[in-house]
């Protein structure tokens, strides 16, 4: 019957969905949910272990996605362009808010609950995720010993290193400030790409003419306040990752062999953009 005889009543009725896959993708094909889901697999009949392998596969599966969406920013960057990076790192910011609010989940979890599994994936960590410290790598916040845990894997180890030994998002950026006439010390642009970011008085006198002249510089300018948020956000992750632990396991220690509360804590004073955050106080 042509559609446009069929009636409303008709048409919306769910007899009408197609059925028939044997020669097209299914949504379980297209996502190879078989696949995915057939990598949960509680090693223990405790309920709660199911929300924690839940919580955390949710987790990697967003931070894949932050890791391409600044791999596509940053490439953009390197070539002078600044509009395209925008969107693609406010998709960071909204997949950084998700990945927020998965640990308001796995507060469902009592200490009673976790101590029925925890001891069942000996020294299994999220200090070891790799694409984490990818994220962590493309952001800035680099540190040699964080490339151990990769040893045994020389794939993902070189993946890692390669990173580490590059220009982060913010040296990218502040790359741009050289190339729109602002005076960016040489010693900045060269430095040694695998060691932590040291702020400079020179980057901090660039980004006050930008924010002292928005209109003149605005693209730099939005870029700035799109880097702030993306650090925002980390934060946010970081605060609530400490909280969950604190009220989960107290002040034992990690898994992975890290002081546990006590490390995630310490993380907290990391700063990605120092400049970025020193500039309002300067204005």
Known sequence: MPDAEIRPSERDAPERAHADFTRSLSYG????????????????PAHDEHLFIAVHHVSEIWLNLI??????????????????PL???????RAQEQMTNAWEVLKTMTPADYLQFRSAFGQASGFQSAQYRMMEFLLGNRHPALLRPHAQRPDIHGLLQA?????????LTLRLLAERGLDIPAAVLERDFSQPYEQHPAVLDAWLTVYRDPERYWDVYELAEKLLDVEDNFRRWRFNHLTT?????????GSGGTSGAGYLRRALDTVLFPELWQVRTEL
């Open 29 to 44: 094909d297209y996502l190879h949910l078989d696949t995915l889901l057939s990598a949960h697999q509680p090693v223990t």
């Open 245 to 253: 632990v604190e009220r989960t396991i107290g002040f034992k220690a």
């Open 87 to 93: 969107k693609m790192l406010s998709r960071v910011v």
């Open 163 to 171: 990173a580490m030994q590059a220009p982060s998002l913010y040296d």
């Open 67 to 84: 890791v391409q969406e600044l791999r596509s920013a940053m490439a953009l960057l390197s070539s002078g362009v600044t509009d395209a």
